[in-house]
């Protein structure tokens, strides 16, 4: 059987430590090339360098483990590596592990859920993985543990075409955690409370700041619950942004 | 009646004709805001600010319509407005008119198209508005005619919670146009071809470029194919990435 072939990016940069601890994991099924971004692009979301040209960059290979950094975005590290670097289409992509939640409507920011959602687009089964801690010293023991699970099930059943897999861990001792649950992406939004400052020259200047509003705490099919009742969240995605019951709605307006 | 608010925004910069025009349609349902990144800010997607402070500058003011712009990226203006120039949510958010697509796939990576999903999560009847024309003198001139017909019955029937419109125009003579076609996302993908370049000190460099694969081109129910037989292209969109058919594939795998 041919080894497998795993592309393996992330958000918080090729030095993170949640992408040391999901290479640590995914090499056990595979050859593994990372390429990443050359520091933190935490929010870049699905973002793409259209005005700025980039750069890539072989860092180390160790084993059956190759590191590149991009100069871009988490979305042109995957788009540069499916198109510059590997030699055919990989048999998975994994993505984080981020520090930090990307369940509810943060997929839409996340820069590592960018790199999922881009691997989706392009038919290869796609992960992200990430932990409730945004600190740089997360502890991914428990998020370690059950992505091997995840990634093992995944490289044995496939998964629907273009539909990856949105992971998020809680940060709990082991004997508290309640396991894995199939969720779909709970409806809320940040609230923004801009932080604003002077400089030293007087003029105004704002800080994203805010908070995440849960339009549906009670609802235990989705990943905040999940979440907050100590399961590890795995909400399946695609990108078709389409409303389907809302085609009917504009239908009768006779546009 | 209390008098419409309605916020514009874009991904093209403040100055762009696109935007420009799509104010000239507004202004005549109400009083306009508009936030708009200081210069183009295409492919951001929905990208924010995290490690930079944003400026907000406002520019000028005439009429029922005032102008600022902003530092960072098309949602950053929208998050901004929101919370720090509006006095009340607005009744509308229009965004565009972009110049170029923003039909099929090419809607994960818009920043127009961010602006208006970002008015959609903050419960906000939003559209995108896009002409088929990425040159800065493209015509807007059917855009513009139909844009009005849209805004139009989105203000007198609302929108259903958390859903906007992605529009998408043909540029093609009035007399060819055949009308507004409600439409689902095509399935597609931008296949990248890197333009690899030396730089002067013999370091390689990457363009970003690439081609659209449009993977269901016979499919009358896409944007895609509205588009390609002179309809504008309706598309009902909202933020859900969770794919519902695969949650019972995923149960049955007992993770």
Same mark, same amino acid.
């Given at each position: 059987?041919?080894?497998k072939?795993?592309l393996?990016?992330?958000d918080?940069?090729?030095d993170?430590?949640?992408?040391?601890?999901?290479?640590?994991?995914a090499?056990?099924?595979?050859?593994?090339?990372?390429?990443?971004?050359?520091?933190?692009?935490s929010g870049m979301s699905?973002a793409?360098s259209i005005k700025?040209?980039?750069?890539?960059?072989?860092l180390w290979?160790?084993?059956?483990?190759?590191m590149?950094?991009c100069?871009g975005?988490?979305? $042109?590290?995957?788009?540069?590596?499916?198109d510059?670097?590997?030699d055919?289409?990989p $048999?998975?992509?994994?993505?984080?592990?981020?520090?930090g939640?990307?369940a509810?409507?943060?997929? +839409?920011?996340?820069?590592t859920?960018g790199?999922?959602?881009?691997?989706?687009?392009n038919?290869i089964p796609?992960?992200?993985f990430?932990?409730?801690?945004h600190?740089?010293?997360?502890?991914?023991?428990?998020?370690?543990?059950?992505?091997?699970?995840? +990634?093992?099930?995944?490289?044995q059943?496939?998964?629907?075409?273009?539909?990856?897999?949105?992971v998020?861990?809680?940060?709990i001792?082991e004997n508290?955690?309640?396991?894995i649950?199939?969720c779909?992406?709970t409806?809320?939004v940040?609230?923004?409370?801009?932080?604003?400052?002077? $400089?030293p020259?007087k003029q $105004?200047y704002y800080?994203?700041?805010?908070?995440?509003?849960?339009?549906e705490?009670?609802?235990e099919t989705t990943?905040e619950?999940a979440?907050?009742?100590?399961y590890?969240?795995?909400?399946?995605?695609?990108?078709?942004?389409?409303?389907y019951?809302?085609?009917?709605i504009?239908?009768?307006?006779n546009?």
């Amino acid at each position: 059987m041919q080894e497998k072939l795993i592309l393996v990016s992330n958000d918080d940069g090729y030095d993170a430590l949640g992408i040391e601890a999901l290479i640590d994991v995914a090499k056990e099924f595979g050859r593994i090339v990372a390429v990443a971004p050359v520091e933190g692009r935490s929010g870049m979301s699905h973002a793409i360098s259209i005005k700025n040209p980039l750069r890539l960059n072989k860092l180390w290979e160790k084993e059956n483990v190759s590191m590149y950094s991009c100069s871009g975005t988490p979305v $042109d590290s995957v788009k540069l590596a499916l198109d510059q670097v590997l030699d055919r289409k990989p $048999d998975l992509l994994v993505s984080g592990i981020n520090h930090g939640s990307n369940a509810s409507i943060s997929i +839409i920011y996340s820069g590592t859920m960018g790199a999922a959602l881009e691997g989706c687009i392009n038919g290869i089964p796609s992960i992200g993985f990430s932990v409730l801690d945004h600190s740089r010293n997360a502890d991914f023991t428990l998020a370690k543990k059950y992505a091997r699970v995840i +990634i093992e099930k995944v490289l044995q059943n496939g998964l629907p075409e273009n539909v990856g897999l949105n992971v998020n861990f809680p940060v709990i001792p082991e004997n508290e955690f309640k396991g894995i649950k199939i969720c779909m992406q709970t409806t809320g939004v940040w609230k923004e409370e801009f932080d604003k400052r002077k $400089d030293p020259s007087k003029q $105004d200047y704002y800080w994203l700041t805010g908070f995440f509003k849960n339009h549906e705490p009670e609802n235990e099919t989705t990943d905040e619950w999940a979440l907050t009742h100590n399961y590890a969240s795995v909400v399946p995605v695609k990108v078709d942004f389409t409303s389907y019951p809302a085609i009917e709605i504009l239908k009768s307006w006779n546009l």
